[in-house]
């Protein structure tokens, strides 16, 4: 997923370029530290469903807020959602989903089902600037 990043328009720039980044699923947070560590003026907006995967990443992962990185506890769907339909909506380079389905049963675990449906797609693409790109993290 962080080598998606080069299909960004220059992505020899990617150094050098402040992006907005989403990250959908917080888990232990080595995805957004590791872009950080590697993309310094990169600033991230995490959203995360279970408010105990935030002291878990806080307690044992070192995971701090800060400037550059926001945490939201909020459903990843229904918080594109509400995004997609504000004025003035954020922009985003890139929206990277690491979430999955603990449901065996739906035969897709990552992502859920509802992160592919084609009118949830529209909304992250509404938040997307004209080059971003959405990603995802296959488990």
């Not at 720039?13 to 872009?35: H, N, R």
């Not at 797609?121 to 971003?132: A, D, M, N, Y």
Request: proline share 8%; with cysteine.
């Amino acid at each position: 997923m962080v080598a998606g990043l080069a299909l960004l328009r220059n992505p020899e720039l990617l150094l050098e370029t402040p992006l907005a980044l989403l990250v959908v699923g917080l888990a232990g947070d080595s995805l957004s530290l590791f872009v950080h560590d590697h993309f310094p003026k990169t600033y991230i907006d995490a959203v995360e469903i279970d408010p105990s995967m935030l002291e878990v990443a806080s307690r044992w992962f070192g995971f701090f807020q800060s400037d550059w990185m926001k945490v939201h506890i909020a459903d990843g769907l229904d918080y594109i959602t509400s995004l997609a339909g504000r004025e003035g909506r954020p922009r985003y380079n890139v929206v990277m989903f690491d979430v999955d389905s603990k449901d065996p049963t739906l035969g897709m675990s990552c992502p859920p089902a509802a992160f592919v449906d084609q009118p949830f797609l529209q909304k992250v693409k509404s938040i997307l600037t004209p080059e971003g790109a959405p990603g995802w993290l296959s488990r």
